[in-house]
């Protein structure tokens, strides 16, 4: 994969959420790394570590993992192919929890140093990128109200509502199928159910024909039905362009 094919899902994500002029987006992106592989389980970002440059996510997908003293995990977020998942380090420099590869993937990293001086170049950039994290933090609200509220069927079908349209935005979705390789334990550490919870969940999931899940591609068979079960509402997702 070459950087500017890989960087395409970022265009697309940030045009969808933004107005930009002219050479905003170039001026960013010319000082991106080379993509670099890593490998299911890599620990990208280390929880308390102070981050000089920020990743771009280009290929598979990324975790935010909260560490707990006795090594116990949970995932607050999957990050997918256009995201941007440390971008407040360049801010707030050390890190409160660990970046993770869910799968294999590549990444470009962004020095802070060359963020500084495009979003003191260009203030209209600078809204849009932290236009990025404020989704962030939005999706973290939507996930504890999963996590606390909703029933395991809700969890369930709340997070492929949610995969469903974050895979739109950057052109992994067609006709509301999506490929999605992650293993019913990582589902389990994503929505604080047990591998056998999650087993039972997804069957009946598919017994009530709202989605099929098979060999990592998921297919939804029944938008509105899932949207029901979910009580999904995108606004967090804030899929409408800004104004610039």
């Not at 560490?67 to 890190?95: C, K, N």
Request: aromatic letters at 6%.
């Amino acid at each position: 994969m070459d950087t500017a094919a890989g960087l395409g899902r970022f265009r697309l994500k940030m045009d969808r959420r933004g107005v930009f002029a002219p050479g905003e987006l170039d001026a960013l992106l010319e000082g991106c790394s080379a993509p670099k592989p890593f490998a299911k389980g890599t620990e990208l970002v280390a929880q308390e570590s102070r981050p000089r440059e920020s990743i771009i996510l280009l290929e598979g997908f990324l975790s935010r993992v909260s560490i707990m003293s006795d090594g116990a995990q949970q995932i607050t977020e999957v990050h997918v192919p256009g995201d941007t998942p440390d971008l407040h380090s360049f801010i707030l420099r050390r890190m409160d929890h660990s970046i993770m590869g869910l799968t294999a993937g590549r990444i470009s990293n962004v020095p802070h140093e060359h963020l500084r001086r495009v979003t003191d170049r260009f203030p209209n950039l600078t809204r849009n990128l932290w236009r990025n994290t404020l989704v962030d933090a939005a999706i973290h609200r939507q996930w504890i109200v999963s996590l606390s509220r909703r029933s395991a069927h809700g969890r369930f079908a709340h997070f492929l509502c949610e995969m469903a349209l974050r895979f739109n935005v950057v052109g992994l979705q067609q006709n509301l199928a999506f490929d999605l390789p992650l293993g019913q334990t990582q589902i389990g550490e994503i929505l604080g159910l047990s591998r056998s919870h999650v087993n039972l969940t997804l069957q009946a999931l598919r017994k009530a024909k709202l989605v099929d899940w098979t060999d990592g591609r998921v297919t939804i068979q029944d938008w509105d039905g899932l949207v029901e079960a979910a009580e999904f509402d995108p606004t967090y997702l804030q899929l409408e362009r800004a104004e610039a």
